[in-house]
């Protein structure tokens, strides 16, 4: 995740989806950052810890077909920067608050700007 700047990844088994990791779980999966210790601990628990013991498998998900408004409105009530697209327990996709301001970015460049009313 940090080489590749990105903040949550996908979790895939079999070729199905089974859960999401983020850089929250990785970060809580380690032991407090109040706990003085020294890094190959940190790089020692990084690499024979599995992914199944600090992701999320019951996250929200959203299908391919399912309306932007409606992924936002989940994205918000849960407090998630993304959602996995899911059909047929197949995971096609992720969506992330990013893409969700490309697409307002793209409605507002479309819209003319209104005229200030009179009052």
Known sequence: MQARGCRRLP???DDRWVGIISDRDVRLA???PLVMRERWYDDKLLDETPVRACMSPQV???S????LIQAAMLMRDNKVGGLPVVARDRLTGIITETDMLNALIQVLIAEPASPPTER
């Not at 391919?64 to 309306?67: F, G, K, M």
């Open 64 to 67: 391919p077909d399912t309306p």
């Open 60 to 62: 929200e998900t959203v």
């Open 30 to 32: 380690l032991a407090s």
């Open 11 to 13: 979790v895939v088994e």
